[in-house]
């Protein structure tokens, strides 16, 4: 699972997460579609889906 907090894009601050099942299918939950079809235009998933997803940032980002 690798999460991913983007705090500037032109969508403002989101979050999503990459999980990998143990099938090998490479999914991509994410905020809307919108940001799903960004998110999958840099890498390559098997399933992409727009769903709620939530990050919690402490710290310096």
């Not at 299918?25 to 997803?53: E, K, M, N, S, Y």
């Amino acid at each position: 699972m690798v999460p991913g907090h983007r705090p500037k894009t032109p969508f403002g601050p989101f979050g999503d997460v990459m999980p990998e099942g143990a099938d090998g299918q490479r999914r991509l939950p994410a905020p809307d579609g919108r940001i799903a079809d960004v998110v999958a235009a840099v890498h390559r998933f098997d399933r992409v889906r727009g769903v709620p997803v939530a990050v919690d940032a402490a710290g310096p980002v």
